[in-house]
């Protein structure tokens, strides 16, 4: 430990002992200097502690299309009333915990619009969607610590079957539909992050490992008309990409292959591999399983893709809390540091590798890496 780490931790130290002190607290609170911090500091914590109530309230906005309804402009209470099927009163009560967080806004007359954040949702199906799986995460966190201590299954485990199943090639059609369909409907915010940070002309063929319905490749076929695509996922989920691809007009151009991505050997000859929002639903022996099985069908020099949540990227801090959760109830994997994900790529055979530069890593962040 260096000298300044030294004077950092004993600073802390003196910090954490002031800040637990109720008459620190009181007294910088009456402070006028220190008063605007220890508002933020009370904000903050009253937020910590009442967001579960906060995700409910934009849960019950999501479930009832609030912000669809008011997307064409203010409406009064009793008109929304009768069209969420809500009583006045409860219908009074969602608007105004909605507005107290900017997801509706009161206005003249008593009509209620939308909210600044409200707006942002309106205009953003796939973040609704996300939104309204939730409920799934928030069953399995009623007992937090029991999850912790591994004393529950997670009810999420059943929704990403592949999860905790030694055969995924066996899932059938029914049993991969939900997660499938919500990932299909969930890819294009992804998808976007991606193809803005990271130039697909470059390449001749596209590989996309895990690549589901096929959503990111024709979201890449658009941006890059020359690009061969490849995708690769169980067989049950690679039947319902090559559905559609071809309503997309893209099957001629498609090479589709169903599978084991861990154990199975993948299509050779893309100069570009994509792995979205896959490393991190795998423990590390499962990671660098996969990525080794990545680099077995790479030639030197292709470039390797993985787009997913990092943690310890400037403005994606709470992922690790986010992540860390939701891969527990999931049964498997965890959010990872960049230079995590970065050791594994190196023993799987990778380097060269960059973070591209886009502008919301708290979707995803994209790591760039070249086979070696």
């Known amino acids: 430990m260096t000298f300044l780490d030294r004077w950092r931790e004993r600073w802390r130290n003196v910090r954490d002992r002031l800040v637990a002190d ?64 809500l ?19 009161r206005r003249s007359g008593g009509r209620y619009g939308l909210g600044l954040l409200g707006a942002a949702f309106a205009g953003n199906p796939q973040a609704l969607r996300v939104v309204e799986h939730q ?53 294009p915010m992804v998808a976007q992050q991606a193809l803005d940070a990271y130039d697909l002309s470059r390449g001749r063929r596209l590989l996309d490992v895990g690549g589901g319905e096929g959503v990111f490749l024709a979201a890449a076929a658009d941006r890059a008309p020359q690009l061969r695509l490849a995708l690769f996922d169980l067989p049950a989920v690679a039947a319902r990409a090559r559905e559609r691809l071809d309503a997309a007009g893209l099957l001629a151009r498609t090479d589709i292959y169903g599978g084991d991505f861990l154990n199975d050997p993948l299509p050779e000859g893309a100069d570009i591999a994509t792995l979205i929002r896959i490393v991190h639903d795998h423990d590390d022996a499962s990671a660098l399983k996969l990525l080794r099985n990545v680099r077995k069908a790479l030639a030197p020099g292709a470039t ?58 708290a979707l995803a962040s994209i790591l760039v890496a070249q086979a070696v």
């Open 22 to 85: 109720p008459r620190f607290q009181r007294w910088a609170l009456n402070n006028p200097v220190t008063r605007p911090l220890a508002r933020r500091g009370a904000r903050a914590g009253l937020d910590l502690a009442a967001g579960f109530v906060y995700s409910q309230v934009l849960v019950a906005c999501a479930q009832l299309k609030l912000f669809d309804l008011l997307r064409g402009g203010p409406l009064p209470v009793d008109a929304l009333a009768t069209k969420l099927s």
């Open 87 to 105: 009583s006045e009163p409860a219908t009074r009560r969602l608007l105004d915990a909605a507005s107290s967080l900017d997801l509706a806004e």
């Open 135 to 187: 409920p799934l995460l928030y069953a399995d966190l009623i007992d937090p610590v029991a999850l912790l201590r591994q004393e529950k299954r997670g009810a999420l485990a059943d929704y990403w079957p592949y999860s905790d199943g030694d055969s995924p090639k066996t899932l059938s059609a029914q049993q991969v539909g939900p997660y499938s369909a919500f990932m299909a409907a969930t890819q």
């Open 304 to 361: 390797l893709l993985i787009i997913e949540g990092m943690s310890g990227v400037k403005g994606a801090e709470p992922l690790d809390a986010y992540y860390g959760f939701y891969t527990l109830a999931m049964g498997r994997g965890e959010p990872r540091r960049v230079e995590e994900i970065e050791a594994l790529l190196r023993d799987a055979g990778f380097g060269k590798f960059r973070l591209a530069r886009n502008p919301l890593p």
